[in-house]
Structure formats: structure tokens, C-alpha cells
């Protein structure tokens, strides 16, 4: 079996999880580690459901089984309770406390769970709950929403600091690093409070 | 040589310059488009590339670049390659001089495509060798033997990477890039290039004889190889092999096969040293049959005896039970977990701002009892706003559309077709519909761009894949020009001139082409295009739904009001739907 640490990202098609999941892969490469990776392109990015599987250590294919993963990152609630099938029992999950809600909810008037019941669903495994929108703007854009989301997950990923920050500086947009590595670093803050 | 993470389809692509590629071509679709975008971003570029109408004339000039001694390229996705089985089945015949590689680039369980069709068959049927790579590191190693290999037997070599190769990433150890000093030259030779009868039949004849040293030669490449390791073997192809090798134990022998045609001497020998053998592959049992064709009295496991599918993708939890089933594995080792059930989907939807939107919404509301034929593109996802009725390859709406229209069916036929579609296979439906007296309705969708493959220029746009301004072409001139009876181009973000241009083809013979043209919401926002948002008066707002029924993202209902998110791009159209006037700009009360 695989002794790969899995990382699962979940979110909604233009959230930022492809450039997250870049950083992961390009820590890796700083720390001299294989990774192996697959996400979601194409038409399903237009507003849907997107995933993207990050295998640390990975050495052969780069889907995570569902059950196996060690930790979920979820930029949106509901998107953390579809996928929350994929983490292990001491799988851990660091979500973003937003819903957008589907447009289904609005055209077809199907039923979402609220917020309160999601997070009573997530709560069998370790949870972490931030409010990445506010963080990321504190920090200086909204835009870094999905590196305050790396951050406050940082303490579970078995890399170091200072390769996921180097690798920040060196995959977000030139004029923005000197926010992304504060976003990094305020996610990181709260992360290991929670 | 320098160590990246990178998505399949950008290591395939640093794989052709390191391979000295000369001439690129392609025809978007996914998984395979990300190969020439990359390419066509490379800032000092030593080949030629374009974007191709479609795929039978990507492959047409792909081959004949090659026949002038270069190495050429050629991309696209599987059923891209139906679009181009016409010169594929030729081109074995005629070979090559210069390396032809074929990329055509296999999606199983169909995430973004009409069918789970598999490249390797047509390269069976071609009789040209295939490479089918396990990983995104195989991948690019086997690109530059790929040329290699065509210009060694002096034939098309196709590359079939799945979803899951394009679309996954590693840690990949690239080569350097390596410029190409070719310089093309056509040297004539009729018995070559002509292929009359008296010449086709002499080539096919060379096209057979080639297979017995190509079958040896792809033994000694490597791409499939073995490790004996007990009395009962695991075979697998492709990704399948990654998910093999994850979960193999000890004492159960495997073969990995990468590279086709399969040398059956080399495949039996392997197969006679074991009591019991598994196949596993996604899609065709092409491994499968020939595997049966050598194993005698050994017992073969795999699709044709029900413990493999023949659908779908294949995972580690899918292989683990295959292998589970067919006694290689004691038991499944992964814990069997069942997504939470009932929660609201989330598929893909236009943008917030879409014209297609629009477009469909003016359709159903003049058409209210129509058949609706459409076709491929982001404009597709009009199924959720039950605005389309049929769509089965490109281009295949205005031909389904005319054949419903002179069937007898008494509604209405209105049909939809995106730019890029209608320039792909469209223009000759359009034709074939006015030549022979059909009576329907054709809306171009016109967003000036191939939108949902990634944003590629078309003949439409005004430039070329590198960049190079070029003259966009007249979707009017071309209807025109085919004979139809009513052309009237219109901007849909204008809702009732829409409805109107509609209602005016609704009444007329024959076949009417309305082309509703409006730049793409993404190309807008990217060329800086801001309109400026929304806002509902909440005290205006009588929550009648009429706006949110629009099925815009940026519309959400909420306490009994409208509200608009901060998706909206601006269009204005909730404002033309709203009855009492409760839309207006943001920050202007």
C-alpha cells in the first residue's frame, strides 16, 4: 500500500484550488519529495463541484481512494460535507465556514442543509472552521482565500513551513506576495488554534 | 535536466520541444487541449502551430509536414479522431518522412465528452503503432520515442494518454529543449502520395509487412515489460498499471503494457510460465483478447468473463475489487464509505452573465413547443434550462435538425450551434439544409472563442493561436452565401430585440439563421471589459421569482427577495425580466 499523506481540496470551479494545490505540489518538489496529483478541468469548471487529489510521498496514481484521505481542505461547507466520504476517521478537516449555495437550490427549490447541520456532520472528524473570505481580505485581497485555507492547514501537512512559503512567493503573482505570505501566515496562526 | 510539477498535458508538451517538434497542430477538446495552449505560450518558439478548423484538416497538415521530412504533431481529443479517421486509415498506407505523432487523448467515464471510445482500437485498425503511458512521468519519456519510432517504420504514431494521465499531475524530470534544424522539402513520389488502386494496393501490402519488426521493436523500447514474481500474474495497460502496482502483493507476478502491437511470442511466453492470469484495462479489452489468443489451456480473468467492466474509469478501490473478485487479493483493502446522500447538486452551469442564457431563454419563450436540436460546447448546459433536445457529436445540430424537420414531425425545429461548432462541421449541415428545402431555425451562439475547451482563438476571433492578428471571418457572408433565406445577426444581452429577430424567423419558409453575437463573459472580463453590477431594491422587489426562474448564479432568493451576488457581470438582462422595476446599477438609488 501506498505510504503517501493525502490531501483532498474541494471546492467550487474558479475558488483558486488549482493554484493551491500547484503550491503543494511545488513544496514537495523543494523538499525533494515525488507527489502525485489530478483535478478537475474542463467543462466541469464552469461553477461546479471541483476536486483536486494531492499525494504527498505519491509514487504511483494520483487518485486518493475514498476513506483514505488524511486531510480535507474545503473552501465551501456544502462541498466538504460531499466529498467528507474521502477522509479517514482520524482524517482531519480544515473548511472555509461559507456556503454558496447551488443554483439548483434557487431553480429546482431543493432543500441544502444549513450551515449548522453541515458542521454537525463534519464534526466526527477533526475539525477546523475559519472564516477564510474575512482572513484573506484582513490580509490584503480576497484573492488569497485559498492560501489562508493552505495555511490554517499547514500544521497537518507533513511539509515544512518555510518550503509551502517559498513555494507561495514563488507560484502567486509577483505584486502579490508580499499578501499571500501574510494570508499564509494568519491562516497558520489560527490553524493551530483550532 | 530539471525536476517539475507539472500537469500531464504540460509535460507531453515540454516532451515535443525537447523532441525539437517543428509543426503543431490541433483541434481543442478535452483532455487533450492544454498541450498546444502550453505550446503556443512558449515565448521563443522554433515551430509552427495553429489551432485547425477541426480535426481531419489538423491531421491533413500535420501529415503533410511530416511527408516534407518534419516533425509534426498533432492533437486532439478521442472522438476528435473519428473527425479524422479519414486520412488516419490512408496516412498508414502513405507513411511518413518526417515523425507524425498523433495525440488523441482518451476520457473515460466520459467527464467531459459524448462517448468512452478508445483510441487503441483505431490504432489496431490502422495498423500503427500505439503508446499508452502508466504516468505523467511515462508520458513525457515516451514523446520523443514516438517520433523516433514514426520516422524509424515511417508511419503515424498515435499517443493515447486517458483523463487521468492530461489531467494529473507529478513530479516529472524533464530533458532540455532542443531546436530543430529541419527545414521542410516535398520530394516527389506519386507511388507514394497518389493512392490509386494500382499504388494503394502495393502500400498496403508494405503496411503489413512493418508489423512484425514494429511488435519486436516495442519489446525492446521497454514500454512493456514484466517481473516474474510467482504462479499467478496481474496484466494491466495504461493508468490501470499505476493502480496495479499500488496494491500488488507479494507473489503475484505483473506485466505492464504501454505500447501496442502487443509481440504475442513475448506476451505468450510470459503467460504459458502462469497458472492463472488477470487482465485489467479501462475501456476495450484490447489487451484482454490478445492475451486470450496466446493463453491456451491458462484461465484468463478480465471483462469478457464479467469480473472487469467495460465502462467507466478505473480507481484503486475499482481495481482492489476486480483483483478482490478474481482471487488475486485477499481481500479489499479499502473501507467500503457512502457519500452523504441527497445533497443538492452543483454541476457545472453557464456563468453568471452568460449570453447562451439569454439566447435559450428567448428560444423557449417564442418556441414554446419546439424541438430543440443542439450540439457541443459550454452551451450544452442548456439541458438544465430544458433548451436542448438532442446532441451527439460536433457539428450534428443543424443536420439533426433538418432530418427531425423533414420527418414528418409537425413542431417547429429550432436548433443551437456555437461559432467554433459551426466552423468545425456546422457550415455543412447548413448547406445540405438549404439545398435540399428544410424548414427549421439555426441560432449561432456566437461568443467569438472556443469557451468551453479553455478559450482558443477559431478563424472567428480575429487572431491566430500565436497571436498573429488574422481577418475573422463573416458567419453572415458564409449563410448567406449558403442560401438561407433570413440572416440577422443580433446582440442577445438585448432581450426583446432578440425575442423579435425570432419572432420575425418563426414566421418565415425555409431555413432562417439568427446569429446572436456577443464577446464571451470570461474573454470580457479578461480583455478588462467592466459594465459595472446590479442591485435589487429590496422595497421594489415583489419576490415574484421571475429573475431568479433565469437561472443566472448571480441571482440568489432569499427572505422572499431577489438578491444579486457579487457574480454579477453586468449584462442587465434580469433588468429587462424584472416587471416592476426593481433592477437597477449598483450604488445609484
Redesign the interface.
Known amino acids: 500500500m501506498s505510504g503517501s499523506f493525502d490531501i483532498l481540496m474541494v471546492g467550487i470551479g474558479g475558488q483558486g484550488t488549482i493554484l493551491a494545490s500547484n503550491i503543494l505540489g511545488e513544496a514537495c518538489l523543494i523538499e525533494g519529495r515525488p507527489v502525485k496529483g489530478a483535478e478537475t478541468h474542463g467543462m466541469a469548471q464552469r461553477g461546479g463541484s471541483v476536486e483536486s487529489h494531492i499525494r504527498i510521498d505519491g509514487l504511483f496514481g494520483p487518485l486518493i481512494p475514498p476513506g483514505k484521505a488524511d486531510l480535507m481542505i474545503a473552501f465551501d461547507l456544502l462541498e466538504a460535507l460531499r466529498y467528507a466520504h474521502y477522509v479517514k476517521k482520524e482524517g482531519r478537516i480544515v473548511v472555509n465556514n461559507h456556503v454558496v449555495l447551488p443554483t439548483s437550490v434557487y431553480t429546482q427549490k431543493l432543500v441544502a442543509p444549513t450551515e449548522d447541520e453541515i458542521i454537525a456532520a463534519l464534526k466526527k472528524n477533526s475539525l477546523c472552521l475559519l472564516d477564510a473570505d474575512k482572513m484573506a481580505a484582513d490580509a490584503g485581497s480576497p484573492l488569497s482565500q485559498n492560501v489562508v485555507m493552505l495555511g490554517a492547514a499547514s500544521g497537518s501537512i507533513p511539509l515544512k513551513p518555510e518550503s509551502l512559503l517559498e513555494a507561495v512567493r514563488r507560484l502567486v503573482p509577483k505584486k502579490t506576495v508580499e499578501i499571500n505570505v501574510k494570508a499564509f501566515e494568519s491562516g497558520r496562526a489560527f490553524g493551530s488554534t483550532c | 535536466m530539471e525536476?517539475?510539477?507539472l500537469l500531464g498535458n504540460e509535460a507531453i508538451a515540454h516532451a515535443c520541444v525537447e523532441s525539437g517538434v517543428d509543426f503543431v497542430s490541433g483541434y481543442p477538446g478535452?483532455?487533450s487541449s492544454?498541450v498546444i495552449d502550453v505550446l503556443r505560450a512558449q515565448p521563443d518558439r522554433a515551430y509552427y502551430l495553429e489551432w485547425s478548423v477541426n480535426e481531419k484538416v489538423a491531421l491533413e497538415n500535420a501529415l503533410a509536414a511530416a511527408w516534407c521530412g518534419i516533425r509534426a504533431l498533432c492533437t486532439m481529443k478521442h472522438v476528435g479522431l473519428n473527425v479524422a479517421a479519414d486520412p488516419l486509415m490512408t496516412s498508414a498506407y502513405t507513411g511518413v518522412t518526417g515523425g507524425l505523432v498523433i495525440m488523441s487523448a482518451d476520457d473515460p467515464f466520459a467527464?467531459?465528452s459524448q462517448n468512452e471510445q478508445d483510441t487503441r482500437c483505431y490504432a489496431h485498425f490502422a495498423r500503427v503503432p500505439c503508446l499508452d503511458p502508466a504516468?505523467?512521468q511515462e508520458a513525457h519519456d515516451m514523446i520523443p520515442t514516438a517520433f523516433v519510432l514514426s520516422e524509424e517504420f515511417g508511419l503515424p504514431v498515435i499517443f493515447r494518454p486517458t483523463t487521468?494521465i492530461?489531467?494529473?499531475?507529478?513530479?516529472v524530470t524533464l530533458g532540455d529543449p532542443v531546436p530543430s534544424t529541419r527545414k521542410g522539402e516535398f520530394h516527389k513520389d506519386p507511388r507514394q502520395y497518389v493512392v490509386i488502386p494500382a499504388h494503394t494496393r502495393i502500400l498496403h501490402k508494405k503496411l503489413n509487412e512493418k508489423q512484425p519488426a514494429i511488435r519486436k521493436r516495442l519489446v525492446e523500447l521497454g514500454f512493456n515489460r514484466f517481473d516474474i514474481r510467482g504462479k499467478i500474474a496481474v496484466i494491466a495497460s495504461g493508468?490501470a498499471a499505476?493502480?496495479v502496482?499500488?496494491?500488488l502483493p507479494a507473489g503475484v507476478s505483473f506485466m505492464k503494457i504501454g505500447a501496442y502491437p502487443i509481440d504475442e511470442e513475448w506476451l505468450g511466453a510470459f503467460v504459458q510460465k502462469h497458472e492463472k492470469i488477470l487482465v485489467i484495462e479501462e475501456l476495450a479489452p484490447e489487451v484482454e483478447e490478445i492475451v486470450r489468443q496466446v493463453a491456451g489451456c491458462v484461465p484468463v480473468f478480465g471483462k469478457k468473463n464479467g469480473y472487469a467492466s467495460y465502462e467507466g474509469e478505473l480507481?484503486?478501490?475499482a481495481v482492489a475489487a476486480i483483483m478482490a473478485k478474481a482471487g488475486f487479493l485477499p481481500n479489499n483493502?479499502?473501507?467500503?464509505?457512502?457519500?452523504?446522500q441527497n445533497?443538492?447538486?452543483?454541476?457545472?452551469?453557464?456563468?453568471a452573465g452568460c449570453h447562451h442564457r439569454v439566447a435559450f431563454y428567448a428560444i423557449k419563450k417564442v418556441f414554446k413547443d419546439a424541438i430543440y436540436p443542439s450540439d457541443i460546447g459550454?452551451y450544452?448546459?442548456g439541458l438544465?434550462l430544458g433548451a436542448v433536445d438532442t446532441t451527439i457529436c460536433m457539428g450534428a445540430s443543424i443536420t439533426v435538425g433538418s432530418g427531425i424537420a423533414h420527418s414528418g414531425e409537425p413542431r417547429d425545429v429550432i436548433c443551437t450551434i456555437g461559432d467554433s461548432t459551426f466552423l468545425h462541421t456546422g457550415i455543412q449541415g447548413l448547406m445540405n439544409a438549404v439545398y435540399n428545402g428544410a424548414n427549421m431555425t439555426v441560432v449561432i451562439l456566437d461568443n467569438r472563442i472556443t469557451a468551453?475547451?479553455g478559450h482558443q482563438p477559431n478563424p472567428n476571433s480575429g487572431a491566430t493561436a500565436c497571436g498573429v492578428e488574422s481577418p475573422p471571418i463573416s458567419l453572415d457572408a458564409i449563410c448567406r452565401s449558403c442560401g438561407a433565406s433570413f440572416v440577422e445577426t443580433i446582440d442577445p444581452y438585448d432581450l426583446t430585440g432578440m425575442i423579435n429577430v425570432l419572432e420575425s424567423a418563426k414566421k418565415r419558409k425555409g431555413v432562417k439563421v439568427i446569429i446572436a453575437k456577443q464577446m464571451c463573459v470570461i474573454t470580457a472580463r479578461r480583455a478588462g471589459i467592466k459594465r459595472g453590477r446590479y442591485q435589487v431594491d429590496t422595497e421594489t422587489c415583489t419576490g415574484c421569482g421571475n429573475c431568479?426562474?433565469f437561472?443566472?448564479?448571480a441571482?440568489?432568493?432569499s427572505k422572499e427577495k431577489a438578491r444579486i451576488n457579487d457574480l454579477c457581470s453586468g449584462c442587465a438582462v434580469c433588468v429587462q425580466l424584472c416587471p416592476v422595476g426593481a433592477i437597477g446599477r449598483e450604488g445609484k438609488k
Not at chain 2, 492530461?166 to 513530479?171: E, F, I, R, T, Y
Not at chain 2, 445533497?343 to 456563468?351: F, T, V
Open positions: 525536476r517539475k510539477y478535452t483532455p492544454e467527464h467531459s504516468s505523467v487521468r492530461c489531467h494529473s499531475k507529478g513530479d493508468i499505476s493502480y502496482q499500488e496494491l480507481s484503486p478501490p483493502p479499502f473501507p467500503a464509505v457512502e457519500p452523504v445533497l443538492p447538486p452543483r454541476p457545472p452551469i453557464l456563468c459550454c450544452t448546459l438544465q468551453m475547451t431568479v426562474r437561472g443566472c448564479p441571482i440568489e432568493f
